[in-house]
């Protein structure tokens, strides 16, 4: 089945600055990778998307990229703000295929310091 | 956009009794649902992926007599946790998807067993 890696487990970086965090998985059937953005005592809210025919997407200050001969896919946040802290999910799923879970990477825990 | 309402979003029960968790799809007819698990600090794993109209699928380790999902409809999904035990103290997360969505997650449920 699908194992998805993430690094770094936590990030720390000053207002304004960027941050980047990566995931790996090992199904080269996957074709669907959403990250996902969860707060204290919440359920993780989909932040941004990605499907296997594009190599890059970008919503604001937020982007995702997908190499998909690597097996890698990034997020990348840029001008970080204090709102921006939270704990960051990249998942892998095979989507077309309804009753396909997502697969989560262990989380990075983002803190933004102003 | 899609929207999942997940209810209770707190209960305490005394071990030995039986808790029932609803995941409801408001705005899109949900022909999947997954209930994940989150321990503390931890990443959401995947505990059953349930079907409308049909018996769950569960992961391996997580007992079907135990958890007990129903998916009786297209927007409405539950699962009970029967005689639930302090180890099944956890934050329970629900998502759905229809065939064309991605994959969006409820509020979570933050189970404590006395």
């Known amino acids: 089945g699908e194992n998805v890696e993430q690094h770094p487990s936590t990030l720390s970086v000053q207002e304004g600055d960027s941050a980047v965090i990566k995931c790996t998985y090992s199904?080269?059937?996957?074709?669907?990778f959403p990250w996902y953005k969860q707060e204290l005592g919440k359920g993780p809210q989909l932040i941004i998307d990605i499907r296997s025919n594009v190599g890059e997407k970008k919503d604001q200050r937020i982007a995702v990229t997908l190499n998909k001969t690597a097996k890698h896919f990034s997020l990348h946040i840029t001008e970080t703000q204090p709102e921006d802290s939270a704990v960051y999910f990249c998942?892998?799923?095979?989507?077309?295929?309804?009753?396909?879970?997502?697969?989560f990477g262990k989380g990075t825990t983002l803190s933004v310091s102003s | 956009g899609a929207v999942v309402s997940q209810h209770p979003s707190r209960v305490i029960c005394k071990s030995g009794t039986s808790v029932k968790i609803e995941c409801r799809s408001l705005d899109f007819q949900a022909t999947t649902m997954f209930w994940y698990r989150q321990f503390p600090k931890q990443s959401l794993m995947l505990m059953a992926t349930?079907?409308?109209?049909?018996?769950?699928?569960?992961e391996q380790g997580v007992e079907k007599d135990k958890f007990l999902i129903n998916h009786a409809s297209l927007t409405l999904s539950t699962l009970t946790v029967t005689s639930a035990h302090p180890e099944d103290s956890s934050f329970y997360i629900c998502?759905?998807?229809?065939?064309?969505?991605?994959?969006?997650f409820g509020n979570g449920t933050r189970l404590t067993v006395t």
């Open positions: 998502s759905a998807r229809d065939r064309k969505s991605p994959l969006h």
């Open positions: 998942a892998a799923s095979r989507i077309g295929q309804a009753g396909t879970a997502l697969i």
């Open positions: 349930s079907n409308e109209g049909s018996k769950a699928t569960y």
């Open positions: 199904d080269s059937a996957s074709n669907y």
